[in-house]
Protein backbone atom coordinates (compact mmCIF):
# COMPACT_ATOMS: atom_id res chain seq x y z
CA UNK A 1 0.00 0.00 0.00
CA UNK A 2 2.83 2.46 0.58
CA UNK A 3 4.42 1.75 -2.29
CA UNK A 4 1.22 2.39 -4.21
CA UNK A 5 1.46 6.14 -2.95
CA UNK A 6 -1.66 5.46 -0.14
CA UNK A 7 0.58 7.37 2.29
CA UNK A 8 -0.78 9.85 0.74
CA UNK A 9 -3.97 9.59 2.26
CA UNK A 10 -2.21 10.44 5.81
CA UNK A 11 -1.13 13.13 8.20
CA UNK A 12 0.28 10.85 10.73
CA UNK A 13 2.16 7.39 10.44
CA UNK A 14 3.59 4.97 12.95
CA UNK A 15 6.52 3.02 12.57
CA UNK A 16 6.22 0.59 15.60
CA UNK A 17 9.55 -1.24 15.51
CA UNK A 18 9.56 -2.10 11.49
CA UNK A 19 13.04 -3.30 11.97
CA UNK A 20 13.11 -4.91 8.01
CA UNK A 21 12.40 -2.57 5.33
CA UNK A 22 13.06 -2.84 2.07
CA UNK A 23 14.95 0.53 0.45
CA UNK A 24 11.93 1.50 -1.92
CA UNK A 25 9.62 1.81 1.44
CA UNK A 26 11.80 3.64 2.99
CA UNK A 27 12.48 5.86 0.19
CA UNK A 28 8.56 6.19 0.09
CA UNK A 29 8.54 7.07 3.74
CA UNK A 30 10.76 9.67 3.15
CA UNK A 31 9.21 11.06 0.35
CA UNK A 32 6.18 10.97 2.22
CA UNK A 33 7.46 13.50 5.02
CA UNK A 34 9.20 15.64 2.89
CA UNK A 35 6.54 16.28 1.60
CA UNK A 36 4.44 17.02 4.56
CA UNK A 37 3.89 13.93 5.99
CA UNK A 38 4.46 13.01 9.81
CA UNK A 39 5.88 9.79 11.13
CA UNK A 40 6.38 8.62 14.13
CA UNK A 41 9.16 5.62 15.43
CA UNK A 42 10.02 3.33 17.94
CA UNK A 43 13.36 1.86 18.44
CA UNK A 44 14.73 -1.30 16.48
CA UNK A 45 12.89 0.55 13.59
CA UNK A 46 14.72 0.80 9.84
CA UNK A 47 17.84 -1.10 10.87
CA UNK A 48 17.78 -3.90 8.12
CA UNK A 49 16.46 -4.57 4.25
CA UNK A 50 14.50 -7.26 3.32
CA UNK A 51 16.76 -9.94 3.20
CA UNK A 52 18.11 -9.14 6.53
CA UNK A 53 21.47 -7.44 5.53
CA UNK A 54 22.21 -4.05 7.57
CA UNK A 55 20.76 -1.19 6.05
CA UNK A 56 22.10 2.06 7.61
CA UNK A 57 18.39 4.11 6.64
CA UNK A 58 19.20 6.40 9.56
CA UNK A 59 22.64 7.64 8.92
CA UNK A 60 22.72 11.05 8.70
CA UNK A 61 19.77 11.81 10.51
CA UNK A 62 19.86 9.62 14.03
CA UNK A 63 22.70 8.08 14.90
CA UNK A 64 22.14 4.42 17.06
CA UNK A 65 25.17 3.59 19.24
CA UNK A 66 24.92 1.71 22.23
CA UNK A 67 21.53 -0.16 22.88
CA UNK A 68 20.74 -1.87 25.89
CA UNK A 69 17.36 -3.85 27.68
CA UNK A 70 15.30 -3.19 30.17
CA UNK A 71 13.41 -5.52 30.76
CA UNK A 72 13.09 -9.61 31.45
CA UNK A 73 15.34 -10.83 28.63
CA UNK A 74 17.93 -13.69 29.20
CA UNK A 75 21.36 -12.39 29.78
CA UNK A 76 23.10 -11.17 26.67
CA UNK A 77 26.21 -9.13 25.23
CA UNK A 78 26.37 -6.54 23.03
CA UNK A 79 26.56 -8.91 20.27
CA UNK A 80 23.51 -10.52 21.12
CA UNK A 81 21.98 -7.34 21.02
CA UNK A 82 23.26 -6.85 17.30
CA UNK A 83 21.88 -10.08 16.03
CA UNK A 84 18.71 -9.91 14.58
CA UNK A 85 17.81 -13.50 15.17
CA UNK A 86 18.25 -13.01 18.67
CA UNK A 87 16.49 -9.75 18.58
CA UNK A 88 13.20 -10.87 16.71
CA UNK A 89 12.85 -13.74 19.53
CA UNK A 90 12.87 -11.12 22.30
CA UNK A 91 9.18 -9.84 22.96
CA UNK A 92 9.20 -6.72 25.11
CA UNK A 93 5.95 -5.61 26.14
CA UNK A 94 5.90 -1.72 27.53
CA UNK A 95 2.59 -2.05 28.24
CA UNK A 96 3.66 -4.68 31.33
CA UNK A 97 4.43 -3.18 34.27
CA UNK A 98 6.04 -6.43 35.46
CA UNK A 99 8.81 -4.82 33.21
CA UNK A 100 10.97 -2.03 34.68
CA UNK A 101 10.04 1.44 33.70
CA UNK A 102 12.52 3.77 32.66
CA UNK A 103 11.51 7.27 33.35
CA UNK A 104 11.53 10.80 30.53
CA UNK A 105 10.81 13.87 31.38
CA UNK A 106 10.04 16.34 28.70
CA UNK A 107 11.48 19.83 27.80
CA UNK A 108 8.55 21.12 27.45
CA UNK A 109 10.07 22.18 23.55
CA UNK A 110 8.27 21.39 20.16
CA UNK A 111 4.97 19.67 20.24
CA UNK A 112 4.69 19.50 24.02
CA UNK A 113 6.19 23.00 24.36
CA UNK A 114 4.60 24.49 27.13
CA UNK A 115 4.40 21.49 29.12
CA UNK A 116 6.96 19.58 31.68
CA UNK A 117 5.33 16.06 32.02
CA UNK A 118 6.37 12.47 33.29
CA UNK A 119 6.54 10.26 30.98
CA UNK A 120 7.87 6.25 31.31
CA UNK A 121 9.29 4.06 28.51
CA UNK A 122 10.43 -0.03 29.20
CA UNK A 123 12.41 -2.18 26.41
CA UNK A 124 15.08 -1.71 24.46
CA UNK A 125 16.61 1.89 25.14
CA UNK A 126 19.13 3.05 22.60
CA UNK A 127 21.69 5.98 23.04
CA UNK A 128 21.00 8.38 19.83
CA UNK A 129 22.81 11.28 19.03
CA UNK A 130 21.31 13.73 16.18
CA UNK A 131 22.82 17.05 16.07
CA UNK A 132 19.92 18.16 13.88
CA UNK A 133 17.45 17.32 16.12
CA UNK A 134 15.26 19.10 18.70
CA UNK A 135 14.99 17.24 21.97
CA UNK A 136 11.39 16.48 23.12
CA UNK A 137 12.14 14.70 26.55
CA UNK A 138 15.40 13.13 28.25
CA UNK A 139 16.29 10.33 30.47
CA UNK A 140 17.29 10.71 33.74
CA UNK A 141 21.01 11.44 32.78
CA UNK A 142 19.93 14.14 30.03
CA UNK A 143 20.55 11.76 26.86
CA UNK A 144 17.92 12.44 24.61
CA UNK A 145 14.73 10.11 24.75
CA UNK A 146 12.46 11.75 22.27
CA UNK A 147 13.69 14.14 19.61
CA UNK A 148 12.06 16.10 16.56
CA UNK A 149 13.51 16.49 13.01
CA UNK A 150 12.51 18.32 10.10
CA UNK A 151 12.91 16.94 6.74
CA UNK A 152 11.04 18.67 3.45
CA UNK A 153 7.81 20.17 4.75
CA UNK A 154 7.41 17.14 7.52
CA UNK A 155 8.62 16.02 10.73
CA UNK A 156 10.11 12.58 11.85
CA UNK A 157 9.48 11.84 15.86
CA UNK A 158 12.11 9.26 17.18
CA UNK A 159 11.70 7.29 20.50
CA UNK A 160 14.73 5.96 21.67
CA UNK A 161 12.64 3.62 24.28
CA UNK A 162 9.32 2.31 23.71
CA UNK A 163 6.93 4.24 25.80
CA UNK A 164 4.02 2.83 28.23
CA UNK A 165 0.70 3.14 26.44
CA UNK A 166 0.35 6.29 28.84
CA UNK A 167 2.66 7.78 27.52
CA UNK A 168 2.02 7.10 23.65
CA UNK A 169 -1.03 8.49 24.29
CA UNK A 170 0.69 11.79 25.54
CA UNK A 171 2.74 12.26 22.61
CA UNK A 172 0.31 10.84 20.35
CA UNK A 173 -2.62 13.20 21.15
CA UNK A 174 0.16 16.45 21.10
CA UNK A 175 0.90 15.03 17.54
CA UNK A 176 -2.35 14.70 16.27
CA UNK A 177 -3.52 18.17 17.51
CA UNK A 178 -0.22 20.11 15.82
CA UNK A 179 -1.30 18.19 12.61
CA UNK A 180 -4.95 18.96 12.97
CA UNK A 181 -6.15 15.18 13.15
CA UNK A 182 -9.85 15.10 13.45
CA UNK A 183 -11.26 12.49 15.98
CA UNK A 184 -14.63 12.99 16.04
CA UNK A 185 -15.70 10.44 18.87
CA UNK A 186 -13.53 8.82 21.46
CA UNK A 187 -14.25 6.52 24.62
CA UNK A 188 -13.95 7.68 27.64
CA UNK A 189 -15.01 6.56 31.40
CA UNK A 190 -17.65 7.80 33.03
CA UNK A 191 -15.40 10.86 34.19
CA UNK A 192 -14.11 11.56 30.77
CA UNK A 193 -10.51 10.48 31.44
CA UNK A 194 -8.89 7.85 29.33
CA UNK A 195 -10.04 3.83 29.57
CA UNK A 196 -7.28 2.06 29.12
CA UNK A 197 -8.76 -1.35 28.50
CA UNK A 198 -11.61 -0.58 26.52
CA UNK A 199 -9.98 -0.91 21.99
CA UNK A 200 -12.06 1.17 20.15
CA UNK A 201 -11.96 2.22 16.45
CA UNK A 202 -13.71 5.06 13.94
CA UNK A 203 -14.12 5.21 10.37
CA UNK A 204 -16.46 7.67 8.63
CA UNK A 205 -19.89 5.98 7.19
CA UNK A 206 -22.69 8.04 5.16
CA UNK A 207 -21.95 11.33 7.14
CA UNK A 208 -21.90 9.37 10.06
CA UNK A 209 -19.44 7.60 12.07
CA UNK A 210 -19.10 3.84 12.32
CA UNK A 211 -17.58 2.15 15.60
CA UNK A 212 -16.73 -0.64 17.25
CA UNK A 213 -15.91 -0.94 20.98
CA UNK A 214 -14.61 -4.12 23.04
CA UNK A 215 -14.20 -4.31 26.72
CA UNK A 216 -11.04 -6.51 26.93
CA UNK A 217 -11.35 -5.80 31.09
CA UNK A 218 -12.58 -8.61 33.43
CA UNK A 219 -15.17 -6.05 35.17
CA UNK A 220 -18.02 -3.91 33.58
CA UNK A 221 -17.26 0.00 32.54
CA UNK A 222 -18.94 2.75 31.86
CA UNK A 223 -18.52 4.14 28.77
CA UNK A 224 -18.84 7.74 28.00
CA UNK A 225 -18.39 9.07 23.91
CA UNK A 226 -16.64 12.44 23.56
CA UNK A 227 -14.89 13.82 20.63
CA UNK A 228 -13.80 17.03 18.65
CA UNK A 229 -17.84 17.06 17.51
CA UNK A 230 -20.80 17.00 19.72
CA UNK A 231 -22.64 13.21 19.54
CA UNK A 232 -26.08 13.97 18.36
CA UNK A 233 -27.19 10.18 18.47
CA UNK A 234 -25.84 6.43 19.13
CA UNK A 235 -27.27 3.40 17.56
CA UNK A 236 -26.39 0.32 18.50
CA UNK A 237 -26.08 -2.12 15.07
CA UNK A 238 -26.10 -5.82 16.72
CA UNK A 239 -28.86 -5.44 19.07
CA UNK A 240 -30.87 -2.53 17.24
CA UNK A 241 -31.56 -0.10 19.29
CA UNK A 242 -30.51 3.66 20.37
CA UNK A 243 -28.26 4.31 23.17
CA UNK A 244 -26.93 7.27 24.77
CA UNK A 245 -23.65 8.97 24.98
CA UNK A 246 -23.09 6.95 27.88
CA UNK A 247 -23.64 3.19 28.44
CA UNK A 248 -22.16 0.13 29.87
CA UNK A 249 -19.75 -2.27 28.54
CA UNK A 250 -19.89 -5.55 30.31
CA UNK A 251 -17.00 -7.75 30.44
CA UNK A 252 -15.64 -8.43 26.89
CA UNK A 253 -18.52 -7.16 25.52
CA UNK A 254 -18.73 -6.10 21.68
CA UNK A 255 -20.85 -3.22 20.09
CA UNK A 256 -20.92 -2.21 16.66
CA UNK A 257 -22.36 1.68 16.95
CA UNK A 258 -23.55 4.40 14.39
CA UNK A 259 -22.95 7.83 16.03
CA UNK A 260 -24.50 10.68 14.31
CA UNK A 261 -22.65 13.67 15.40
CA UNK A 262 -22.66 17.81 14.54
CA UNK A 263 -20.09 20.19 13.03
CA UNK A 264 -16.94 20.73 14.87
CA UNK A 265 -16.88 23.40 17.75
Known sequence: SILRGELAHYKVVLVPGASHVPPRVFQALMAYVEGGGVLVVTPRSFLFDEYNHPHPYLQGMVEIGKTVVRG???ASGAASLDDPAFLERQVVDPGNAGIPGTPITTTGRGVLRGRTLELEGAGFLQTITAPEAE??????????????LS??????????????????????????????????????DGSGRPLWGVEARTCAYEGDVL????????EAVE??????????????????????ERFRLAPLQTVILRVKVGPPE
Open 211 to 218: MYAINLLS
Open 72 to 74: PLP
Open 223 to 244: VRLVGSRPVQGVHDLIANQGLG
Open 151 to 188: RGKGRIYYCAIPLRPQSYATLLEAVFAEVGVDRPVRVR
Open 135 to 148: TLATFADGAPAIIS
